[in-house]
């Protein structure tokens, strides 16, 4: 767990910082012992998610034929990822959930809007049946293209067996410009992952805030628009007006999740079933 607070800090504060603050701009100093759980992660993530890779996985999880969860036994499920033995982390997975969904309700927005919020990050289940962290969190990507170089770290990626594919190394790869996100295959994680859990259930705008949050190459930095259609042009808005909820909702005082259950529970028996296939 301490790699995954590690990765989702240094993206929080150092890469994509709140607006009207400087992001560092020594955050590419490999040399800072702080930074190196970082810079590991993402050489792996880098190196490995190739589009076999992702194919593979696709093939192994989206089965979702792992485990039935009601939303909260997964909610609970996932708090198990918790190293209480870190003296550093002050907020469980729960009360990072709901600090972002009390936040979105705060400001008045739809129904669906604050569970998207508070179910967002219910796919980081698949570290608890044995995938490494950097199948799991981390900046989002396309694969089966060339890798963009607004990526996070991404000089690893020349240690990427699809960098020196004829074909994967191209900009177009294996796709037609403006084929649209939902024709070209991501690079494999808790984003890619709760989004075929969710699918059926919630609206299209809450579909592509769980499905994109993390592929900053696109809403943060405005790349891969060769790839977009008209339609995820319509929802960028939406994935945008997501994103300062899940980085910035952080507050000093958690809130108290027994007061706030029951509001909840009615919120989720209005749009998702009582057990959930993962």
């Not at 967002?120 to 890798?147: M, N, S, Y």
């Not at 690079?187 to 299209?204: Q, R, T």
Request: aromatic share 14%; proline share 8%.
């Amino acid at each position: 767990m301490k790699d995954i607070d590690a990765v989702e800090e240094f993206i929080e504060k150092q890469v994509y910082p709140e607006p009207g603050q400087k992001a560092k701009s020594d955050y590419r100093n490999y040399d800072n012992p702080g930074r190196e759980t970082v810079r590991d992660f993402y050489r792996e993530n880098h190196r490995h998610q190739t589009l076999e890779f992702v194919r593979a996985r696709r093939a192994e999880f989206l089965q979702l034929n792992r485990q039935k969860m009601s939303p909260f036994e997964a909610l609970d499920f996932l708090n198990t990822l918790v190293d209480d033995s870190d003296p550093d982390i002050e907020l469980d997975q729960l009360q990072h959930l709901l600090q972002c969904a009390e936040a979105i309700r705060a400001d008045g927005h739809e129904d669906w809007f604050v569970l998207t919020g508070l179910v967002h990050d219910l796919g980081k289940v698949l570290c608890l049946w044995g995938q490494p962290q950097w199948a799991v969190v981390g900046d989002t990507f396309p694969v089966g293209c060339r890798f963009n170089e607004r990526v996070v770290y991404s000089e690893f990626f020349s240690e990427n067996p699809d960098s020196h594919d004829p074909v994967l190394s191209t900009e177009p790869g294996i796709y037609e410009p403006g084929c649209g996100l939902r024709n070209i295959l991501m690079s494999w994680g808790h984003d890619e992952y709760l989004y075929h859990v969710m699918a059926p259930y919630l609206p299209e705008p809450a579909l592509y805030m769980i499905r994109y949050h993390s592929f900053y190459a696109w809403h943060r930095e405005e790349q891969y628009a060769w790839l977009c259609d008209d339609h995820d042009r319509a929802m960028l808005p939406w994935v945008r007006k997501f994103n300062p909820y899940d980085l910035y909702s952080k507050c000093p005082t958690p809130p108290d999740w027994k007061l706030l259950r029951p509001y909840y529970e009615d919120l989720i028996a209005k749009y998702l079933p009582a057990a959930l296939a993962f």
